[in-house]
């Protein structure tokens, strides 16, 4: 069940991904173990949007070095 869930938040763009992981930490925060291995399903939601961040940033690295080489700069 648990690897459907993440298959699904997986493929949420960043602002729908942040605000599910925001909402899933204050719950947990304020209402401890209210839903199950809410921990865990925190754990899994920070690692995909680290990931997320990462491949935004570089996809920006390689447009901004395609574009100096494309100028001559590289």
């Known amino acids: 069940m648990?690897?459907?869930?993440?298959?699904?938040?997986?493929?949420?763009?960043?602002?729908?991904l942040f605000a599910v992981t925001a909402i899933v930490f204050l719950l947990d925060l304020f209402i401890p173990d209210l839903v199950p291995m809410a921990d865990e399903i925190l754990l899994g939601l920070g690692a995909i949007l680290l990931v997320r961040i990462w491949i935004c940033r570089k996809k920006q690295e390689e447009a901004g070095r395609r574009k100096n080489t494309l100028q001559g700069w590289g």
């Open 2 to 16: 648990t690897r459907h869930l993440f298959d699904f938040l997986s493929q949420l763009r960043f602002p729908y």
